[in-house]
């Protein structure tokens, strides 16, 4: 079991205003982003953590995540590139729901997690996000080796992409664009969408319904989407809408793919729709959409990250032993 105080300690949304409600956008077109907490990385706890750099000129950097205590094992740990959440406009690695987040799903896992700093918008429009989400899984590649908790105890044979909501958008384009390269020593084994960031300009009745939704109102949402796409895209574009914009080539050949969702999403209509594109093309995707909850439920309800944490063990290590969690 993952202790509940891992989790986070941040109010559950329902207890306060939506944070995405609470950006500020001037009109000089900067904006005001609401303060949330950064926790630094961790020397004890379910898992110890420490910060590398990736890209110094772009101010993009990576937290890496080792169980504590490392589980006794015969074989090396799974290796999972996670991209948190924001609608690629606010939170960061170090934010205490995601860096808590982080620590739990190694420890629970268990996998040597690896978090990305990445740019944010407006001051970085997509695709800003996605190539750094690119840039990530090249360090795997190129530099991951070195690391000596990834070459201590991980095992790059098995690694993963995976993304909570704009990190789930991510990960999917991070695939998309690298499933073609020669990535050794690292083989990508699977994406992990959770309740992916899906947009687009027809309204789902899902969508048309959220507009008092407690974490993504749809006026927060719109917003978002503004200040995230290139400056006169609109939410059909391939970044936000890739079932109706990107063509059904560019996922042949995709890893097998886990999407996750909750029913009290906003976005649950649309990523139906993404996942039934997905499959039409060819891709094997394994489909969780049988939980209850909110959108970025497992940041706040412990129940709702064992779930989680759960369907990610399940697909992580799929034909393999049950893992020892110590």
């Known amino acids: 079991m993952v202790d509940a105080a891992a989790v986070s300690e941040f109010p559950p949304p329902t207890k306060s205003p939506s944070l995405f409600a609470q950006i500020v956008v001037h009109t000089d077109g900067t904006i005001t982003r609401p303060v949330v907490p950064d926790a630094p990385p961790s020397s004890t706890g379910p898992a110890v953590s420490r910060d590398l750099p990736l890209d110094a000129s772009l101010g993009t950097s990576l937290r890496v995540y080792l169980p504590n205590p490392v589980p006794p094992s015969p074989s090396k740990l799974p290796v999972i590139l996670y991209f948190h959440g924001g609608g690629f406009v606010v939170f960061s690695t170090g934010s205490v729901f995601y860096h808590a987040f982080c620590e739990a799903m190694a420890a629970a896992v268990p996998a040597i997690v ?100 407690a974490v993504l109102p ?54 139906k729709l993404f996942i039934q594109w997905l499959q039409e093309h060819g891709v094997d995707v394994v489909v969780k959409t049988d939980y209850a909850g909110f959108h970025a439920a497992e940041l706040f309800v412990p129940e709702k990250a064992e779930e989680l944490f759960a369907a990610v063990r399940e697909f992580v290590y799929a034909g393999d032993a049950e893992p020892k969690l110590g």
């Open 218 to 271: 749809l006026e927060a949402n719109d917003n978002l989407w503004s200040l995230a796409l290139p400056v006169g895209a609109d939410r059909d574009h391939e970044f936000s809408n890739p079932a109706k914009a990107m063509a059904p080539e560019a996922v042949s050949g995709l890893p097998r793919c886990l999407v996750t969702e909750s029913n009290g999403d906003p976005l649950i209509d649309r990523q």
């Open 114 to 213: 690896v978090a990305l700093e990445y740019r944010l918008a407006p001051e970085n429009r997509l695709p800003a996000a996605y190539d750094d989400a690119v840039a990530a899984v090249l360090w795997l590649r190129g530099a991951a080796d070195a690391d000596p908790w990834i070459s201590g105890h991980g095992d790059l044979s098995r690694c993963f992409v995976m993304g909570s909501s704009s990190g789930g958008n991510m990960a999917f384009n991070a695939g998309v664009r690298t499933k073609h390269l020669e990535l050794s020593p690292v083989v990508l084994q699977g994406l992990m969408l959770h309740q992916p960031y899906l947009g687009g300009v027809e309204r789902t009745p899902s969508e048309e319904k959220s507009w008092d939704d």
